[in-house]
């Protein structure tokens, strides 16, 4: 007999579903970056800026080293959508072969910094005691160091060359990774699970693997996105020096060195290239905006 007290409470089909399914951290980060149309629209931007590397060699109008010096610097024009440099050559296909070099140094140094600063921080952060202040120490005295000037010496001592210069600008990137991730370890390395892998009889090594560096990504990820804008930033200031790409091959730094010595007579040789890095580097800033907001939802309000 039915319980006259009793209420019969009916759900939707796609709402039991979904509590059957659950949830997950990654999941709602989606989510919330979905709501995001800056954020969106930045990788969306980066998505067909990675494309159009990749595919240069077969999409590029014209030849990367053709040169027509009867034609000279021309401004943009059916034929040539950018407009040509002082030697003839097509502006857009030196774009593009340059957004090829400038995203390459920017990936690759920024994976540099990466390996670097999550190994220092891990290790500093999860050892903690004499090991923590000692490396730490040693972070703080390269903070000190002019960062430029050691590049600088480093292309001047070792020569000027594509993978000196990805080591070099990794190599002085990864301080802030290494402190974002320490701090991070140190909250981690007390809490409950890593407590429970550790009297299962797991190594220090295999915790920090599987455990510890797991629960790190969240951050890692915004930094890394918003440490390539920078990365490529001072690839472009190397280039501007003379210090960072060097002829025939170019970069978009290279190309507004270039484009700053003409400026005044053919300004298309600027623009385009600085339109280029700089919406590159909106993309890569707003995608890294919305990835903080994502996965922190405390600090975006959500």
């Known amino acids: 007999m039915k319980d006259p007290d009793s209420t019969d409470v009916t759900f939707p089909e796609d709402i039991l579903q979904h509590a059957e399914q659950g949830s997950s951290l990654w999941r709602d980060a989606w989510h919330r970056l979905c709501r995001n149309r800056l954020a969106l629209a930045g990788l969306g931007i980066l998505i067909l800026l990675v494309l159009v590397a990749l595919l240069t060699p077969w999409i590029a109008p014209y030849d990367y080293e ?6 000279g610097a021309t401004p943009p024009s059916r034929q040539h959508w950018m407009g040509t440099d002082i030697f003839g050559r097509d502006l857009l296909t030196r774009v593009m072969y340059g957004g090829r070099i400038s995203l390459l140094v920017g990936f690759i140094a920024t994976a540099v910094a990466l390996v670097i600063g999550v190994t ?4 500093a952060g999860y050892l903690g005691g004499r090991t923590d202040a000692v490396m730490m120490r040693m972070v703080d005295i390269l903070y000190a160091l002019p960062f430029m000037i050691f590049i600088i010496l480093l292309m001047v001592i070792f020569g000027r060359s594509l993978l ?48 510890v560096l797991p629960n790190t990504l969240g951050p890692v990820i915004v930094y890394t996105t918003l440490t ?34 003409s400026m005044e007579e053919y300004p298309w040789l600027l623009i385009f290239p600085g339109l280029a890095l700089a919406v590159t580097l909106f993309a890569l800033n707003f995608l890294g905006d919305g990835l903080r907001d994502a996965l922190d939802p405390r600090g975006s309000g959500d």
């Open 228 to 261: 390539i804008p920078g990365v490529m930033l001072l690839e472009a200031f190397l280039s501007f020096l003379g210090l960072g790409i060097q002829p025939p091959q170019s970069s978009w730094g290279l190309l507004i060195n270039h484009g700053v010595e």
């Open 120 to 123: 220092w921080g891990t290790l």
């Open 164 to 211: 000196l210069l990805f080591l070099a600008i990794g190599a002085v990137e990864w301080l802030t990774m290494a402190r974002i991730v320490r701090g991070q370890v140190i909250g981690l390395r007390r809490q409950e699970f890593v407590e429970a892998a550790f009297s299962l009889g797991l190594s220090p090594l295999a915790i920090m693997v599987r455990h």
């Open 66 to 71: 053709s040169q027509d010096l009867l034609l």
